[in-house]
């Protein structure tokens, strides 16, 4: 669905603009505003956030982030979830976490929504992998499954409940199955 | 859209059940009908059979099948087009082609519906790449898109008009830009 082009524009025109809600991204001149998060989109992303951080904070490896806007390869998106290495997080002067964000996640997380495009979606996850990102979740709230795309690798489909998700290895311990991650949706 | 699942039965089971319209599929023990389809589907899937077949006749190389049903992994399958190399179209005694297909095809070509799983037919393209093909296209009428599934490799995306669309070694002078391709839309 090629739903709320506006016009062709610069990326750094794109940057400038205030940011909208829900965030919009820049992919080849175009400005495409994501879908307003629904239900199931909403829980998943938040315990999913809750879960991984909750992990990461255990060594302090790494952060995952909801909504984050990431800028790289001339393009400007904002998945669902980026997770970053704690080391990759950019810093000011100050050692505290910068507002722009102009490198690849280590991981992404999209959740598909009923009125997104899984297109574009996946060509998100794509641009991440071409771009270091070490893993790419899909995950399909109506289908009750996962699409998990790889670097250089055929991207590998998990349906079944006591499927174990692949993670990162910088976070080989990290241990989902699709029931846990769709027993959220039952609140 | 985890629609139109009947009840769990045996591949055996399905395979003896009259055919419907549209196809139903067979996959982890669940039929599931596809959508049926509508203008942009068949426009696409019409005019890229009679593109194909007029080029494979040249050489007698291969042919493309719609909707043909396709069995093998323990999963029946009914993608919009299959090609299959000629040397390995099933033939009976008589040297005629057979009504049943047990091979997955050595190119396999999904239109996506508005009404359609991305994710159901990503399994699919997933499936018949495990079982041998050797290129899956998955086409997005909506998105004026193309996701390219290779086996063992990372899919690659096509959107820009004059991308021409990678194909197999067997076809490997069919040339078809994402113009070619969309322009068909236009009638």
Not at 104 to 129: F, G, M, Y
Not at 170 to 187: P, V
Request: net charge negative; aromatic share 10%; glycine share 4%.
């Amino acid at each position: 669905m090629v739903t709320n082009i506006i016009k062709e524009i610069s990326i750094k025109e794109f940057l400038a603009l205030p940011e909208t809600k829900p965030a919009s991204e820049y992919l080849n001149g175009k400005i495409i505003q994501k879908p307003m998060p629904k239900g199931k989109h909403s829980i998943i992303q938040g315990e999913l956030i809750i879960a991984l951080n909750t992990f990461f904070k255990i060594d302090l490896i790494a952060r995952a982030f909801p909504e984050l806007r990431c800028t790289f390869g001339n393009r400007s998106i904002v998945p669902d979830i980026s997770v970053f290495q704690l080391e990759r997080i950019p810093r000011d002067e100050n050692g505290e976490i910068v507002d722009n964000f102009e490198i690849a996640p280590d991981w992404v997380i999209e959740i598909l929504s009923p009125d997104q495009s899984s297109a574009r979606v996946t060509k998100n996850i794509l641009h991440c992998l071409n771009n270091g990102t070490k893993l790419g979740w899909l995950i399909h709230p109506n289908d009750r499954s996962v699409l998990v795309y790889y670097p250089e690798r055929q991207p590998a489909f998990f349906e079944s409940n006591t499927d174990v998700l692949p993670v990162p290895d910088f976070a080989k311990s990290f241990e989902l199955t699709l029931e846990n991650l769709f027993d959220w949706l039952k609140l």
